[in-house]
């Protein structure tokens, strides 16, 4: 995924909309799902997404939990986020970024990236966030679906 200022929000969007899906469809089985994303710029452009599955008890096999993540993943990839959805989390994403502008290292790091990696996401910020459409989130989870993937149960 090309790190533009416009895939900048629609990749955290994308990845709050997958840890939605996820914890929707794993929480009935006592799964807790966590999520965390990176997006990096070298040795190139990439969006990355961690998913951490924890089941609370050992009623559940690890093998049927990976059965039912692969399916909650595939149902993320294949649809596309709600109108509501996406409104609503544009809205946290700018509240957050209210915030964020208030720190000063904030602007120490969009002052690096700008002036040495030659990326601005800091300009026009609340309007990239606004023109993110739900097309747009399903296009860069489909290629996030497209990309390398690396699966591992560790058991206790």
């Known amino acids: ?43 190139e452009d990439r969006y990355s997404v961690m998913l ?41 994403l700018k509240n957050i970024h209210s915030l964020d502008v208030m720190n000063p290292e904030y602007w120490l790091e969009a002052i690096a990236t700008r002036h040495l990696d030659g990326k601005d996401f800091t300009t026009g910020y609340a309007a990239k966030t606004d023109a993110v459409t739900a097309a747009k989130v399903n296009e860069i989870l489909q290629l996030l679906d497209k990309g390398p993937k690396l699966e591992y149960v560790i058991k206790r």
């Open 1 to 43: 995924l090309p790190m533009t200022a416009d895939n900048y929000a629609a990749s955290d969007i994308a990845s709050m909309y997958l840890e939605n899906v996820l914890m929707h469809e794993l929480s009935p089985m006592g799964v807790k799902v966590s999520l965390s994303h990176s997006r990096l710029i070298y040795p």
């Open 52 to 92: 951490r599955i924890q089941a609370s008890d050992g009623a559940v096999l690890p093998q049927d939990i990976l059965h039912h993540v692969r399916l909650a993943l595939e149902k993320a990839f294949n649809e596309q986020p709600s109108a509501a959805y996406v409104s609503s989390a544009k809205s946290y």
